[in-house]
């Protein structure tokens, strides 16, 4: 049954409902909470010898037809839409046909823009920073500091910042997925699999917990080779 079934009529996995249809009474039992967003999660499946017993018996809507390995699938289409006419339709499932794909690409394009922008605004502060201690670049190149050690220093001023803010942000995000998602699945009247939202291993965890050092370092980088770059002769004159 679907959750929105369940929720009306106070049913669990389990329990036994009767279908009524015209003078029969079909008693069924509930084997298992379907995800199904039709009709506002109000729906059943069941197998075709149960529906059988209905009075008059329900007829299918639709068919789905596997092809054996080697067969055309546009091929076998044109040849059934010919035989069925024009009053039936006919459609072909391809792998990816979902739109599920586009989704997730989209999803990923925002990831990517998210990211940039965060880049970017770790370059913009990370570039008033050095402007301000540009002096104080100058004294310690005087005093021998080779470039690398300049590029370092300069990435080292916002490193510590990025990874603090990758564990804090990590988990709150993943404490907000598992809020939004359920509140999201409440509302369209349907169950949400465990699936949904164990989607976090330790590995990926650990991983996003570092991109927010890998942003800051990619965004520091432009900024430290100027620094790094800064003659030092202009360094100790800058105010």
Not at 59 to 87: C, E, I, K, N
Not at 196 to 208: I, N
Request: proline letters at 5%.
């Amino acid at each position: 049954m679907g959750t929105g079934f369940l929720t009306d009529t106070g049913k669990s996995v389990g329990d036994t409902v009767t279908i009524v249809s015209g003078s029969r009474l079909v008693p069924v039992k509930i084997v298992g909470e379907v995800f199904d967003t039709d009709n506002n999660g109000i729906a059943m499946i069941t197998d075709w010898q149960t529906l059988a017993q209905t009075e008059p018996g329900p007829m299918p809507g639709f068919y789905d037809v596997a092809l054996r390995p080697g067969t055309s699938a546009v091929s076998y289409l044109h040849a059934l839409q010919r035989r069925l006419g024009g009053q039936y339709g006919v459609g072909l499932n391809l792998p990816g046909s979902s739109g599920l794909p586009v989704v997730i690409g989209l999803i990923g394009i925002l990831t990517l823009l998210l990211a940039t922008v965060a880049g970017l605004g770790v370059l913009n502060t990370v570039v008033l920073h050095t402007r301000e201690r540009v002096h104080d670049l100058g004294v310690f190149k005087a005093i021998g500091m080779t470039p690398r050690q300049a590029i370092a220093m300069v990435v080292c001023w916002v490193a510590g910042t990025g990874l603090v803010a990758g564990v804090i942000a990590v988990p709150a995000g993943i404490a907000l997925h598992h809020y939004v998602l359920p509140a999201m699945a409440a509302a369209a009247n349907v169950g949400l699999p465990a699936s949904f939202l164990h989607v976090y291993g330790g590995w990926l965890v650990a991983a996003l917990g570092l991109a927010g050092l890998v942003i800051a370092v990619a965004g520091a980088l432009l900024p430290a080779s100027w620094a790094a770059g800064t003659r030092t002769a202009t360094a100790l004159r800058a105010e």
